[in-house]
Each structure stands twice: as structure tokens, then as C-alpha cells.
């Protein structure tokens, strides 16, 4: 029993870091670092200006939401590609063929990306916090690490279900790029939720994010537990749906992929 729990956690901890260091082993620091915080930061700055030119006086409102979406566009974008990349490179074959478990193999890959966004998001804060002016002095760190992280969780669920559809389209990033484009619209980020049509409302609701961006937002303005407590729970229980969608979806690829004879289409 013991070996085979630590032959899993082996498996996770080795593709979380194979998937990450493909990814990221040619960027030099300065790359790394525009990636993660430059564009953001730019995004933010245009969102400000944007909203000072319709009429909305609260800045701070949308450098908040924009922080929040730093882990999950990290866990969106950095999980699809590292799983949708294995039919570009030619090593998806190699994925299916292996005899590893399929969970340590397909959610190992998020490992990395969860922990890079989170700490990138709280970065992010600190530097904000310089810039805009933003008063952290009432704020329960323990409750917005809480949340932070786990935004960075259950953005990892679609970035899940895209990069499995990935292993079966060539136009998998396009549509996540849209997707993620529609966020910034849907969850709260740039606006309150309450101010959407009330068909676009449910759809923010069935969608992980918009829960811990709320809870976050609470605790930056120095609620406790109790008051983001339903929110928490809410949100982890979307995002696992999103996660186990994404799983099952990859495994009905890889099983029809068995039956047609072929790994690039089903």
C-alpha cells in the first residue's frame, strides 16, 4: 500500500515537473517575468482607462479582479497547451501507451501551473498594493491565500476540458482564447455580476471563478470566514465538476483513439 502511494505521488511530482520545465526551459528570466506580470499589469492599465471612459469611478474594483484572474488564466492557458501540446509534438502516443495511471499522468500537469499562478497572484498584490495605493490593513491574508489558491485550482478544471479538447481539434487554443476573452465579461473581474442580463448571470454562476472572485473581494474589504464561507464551498465543488469533466473527457479520447486506430482524431 505504501509503495504504490508513493510510486503515484512520484508520478505526479515527475509530470507536473517534465510538463512545466517543457514549457518554460527556453524562457530566460525577463521573458518569464514580462509573461507573468507585463502583460496582466498592461491589461489592468487598460481596463482603468477604459472604465474612467464609460463612467466607472472605482479603479481599484477592476485592479482587484484583474489580480484575481492572474493564477486562473495561468492554470487555463499553462494546463490546455501542456495537454494539448502532446498532439503538436507527436508524443501523444507515448502518453497513451504508457502504463502509468491515467489521474497521475493527466492531473500531475497542473501541480506547477496552480503554484506558479498562486504565487504569481500574490506577487501581484504586493505590487499593486505599491501602485494603486491598495489598504491591506484590515485584510485576513490566511483567507485571501485561501482564496487565491483556490481560484488557481478551479481555473485548472477548464483548463482541463480544453486541453483535452485540444487532442482532438487543431482550433482547441482559439476557442480557450475566446473563452478566456469572455471572462473578463462573466466573472466579475471588471464589473459586478449583478450589473449582467440575467441570462448571462446564470451562465456566470455555472462557471468556476465567479464564486472565489466574489469571496476574494469580500475578504479585501475585511470580511471573515463566515461571510464567504458559502462562496468557498460553491466555488470548489464547480471547479471539481469542471476538473472530472476534463478527465472523463480525456479518457472517452483516449478510448475511442483505441478503437478507430488512430491518436489525432475520434
Known amino acids: 500500500m505504501i509503495r504504490r502511494l ?42 482603468i482607462f477604459m472604465g474612467k ?12 479582479g484583474n489580480l484575481l484572474l492572474i493564477p486562473a488564466n495561468n492554470g487555463m492557458a499553462g494546463i490546455s497547451l501542456a495537454i494539448g501540446e502532446e498532439r503538436g509534438w507527436g508524443t501523444l502516443s507515448y502518453v497513451l501507451g ?19 499562478g498562486f504565487v504569481t497572484a500574490l506577487l501581484g498584490f504586493g505590487i499593486a498594493a505599491i501602485i494603486f495605493r491598495m489598504n491591506l490593513g484590515q485584510v485576513d491574508f490566511y483567507l485571501l491565500t485561501l482564496c487565491t489558491f483556490l481560484l488557481a485550482i478551479t481555473a485548472s478544471g477548464i483548463g482541463f476540458l480544453f486541453g483535452s479538447i485540444s487532442l482532438i481539434t487543431r482550433d482547441g487554443w482559439t476557442i480557450l482564447n475566446t473563452f478566456i476573452q469572455a471572462l473578463y465579461i462573466l466573472v466579475g473581474v471588471n464589473f459586478p455580476v449583478d450589473a449582467l442580463p440575467g441570462a448571462l448571470q446564470k451562465v456566470a454562476y455555472c462557471l468556476p471563478l465567479t464564486r472565489g472572485v466574489m469571496a476574494a473581494r469580500l475578504v479585501l474589504d475585511g470580511a471573515g470566514w463566515s461571510a464567504i464561507a458559502s462562496l468557498i464551498g460553491g466555488e470548489a465543488l464547480v471547479g471539481s465538476l ?25
Do not use: C
Open 6 to 47: 508513493v510510486r503515484t505521488v512520484r508520478l505526479y511530482l515527475a509530470q507536473a515537473w517534465l510538463s512545466y520545465h517543457g514549457r518554460f526551459s527556453i524562457t530566460n528570466p525577463f521573458g518569464y517575468i514580462t509573461s507573468k506580470l507585463g502583460f496582466p499589469f498592461f491589461l489592468m492599465i487598460f481596463f
Open 53 to 64: 471612459f464609460v463612467g466607472f469611478s472605482d479603479p481599484l474594483y477592476i485592479v482587484i
Open 98 to 116: 504508457s502504463p502509468a495511471p491515467r489521474a497521475p499522468v493527466f492531473i500531475g500537469r497542473a501541480i506547477f501551473y496552480i503554484l506558479d
Open 242 to 266: 469542471y476538473i472530472a469533466a476534463g478527465y472523463a473527457f480525456f479518457l472517452w479520447i483516449e478510448k475511442r483513439s483505441m478503437q478507430s486506430g488512430t491518436l489525432d482524431a475520434v
